[in-house]
């Protein structure tokens, strides 16, 4: 299980988060059907996954959740900066798209 060190802490659960926690290597195939589906319910549309940065955040909320299912994705989402934003997708890219020498 990897952590993301946050620019700028966030407010979870009640208490300030300097970083989140989050797990890729655990994730299951329901799982990122479970991000694609949020990700379409906000009214998106995949348009190319590799290259979904938006989608990515989605994802990365569920590998904060198989981190610990405490964390509210929505959370996640709505509340990391911009630029941690960046980085987790980033994160998501580089591990599911870009970061596999199977692809």
Not at 4 to 27: Q, R, W
Not at 41 to 50: A, F, P, R, Y
Request: net charge negative; no cysteine.
């Amino acid at each position: 299980m990897d952590s993301l060190k946050l620019k700028k802490p966030i407010m979870i659960n009640g208490s300030e988060v300097n970083e989140i926690k989050y797990d890729f290597d655990n994730m299951t195939a329901q799982d990122k059907i479970n991000a694609g589906k949020a990700y379409k319910k906000t009214g998106n549309v995949i348009s190319v996954e590799e290259l979904d940065s938006d989608y990515h955040l989605y994802i990365f909320a569920e590998a904060v959740a198989k981190a610990d299912s405490e964390i509210d994705q929505n959370e996640v989402i709505t509340l990391l900066s911009a630029r941690d934003a960046a980085r987790a997708e980033k994160l998501v890219r580089n591990f599911f798209f870009f970061g596999s020498e199977d692809m």
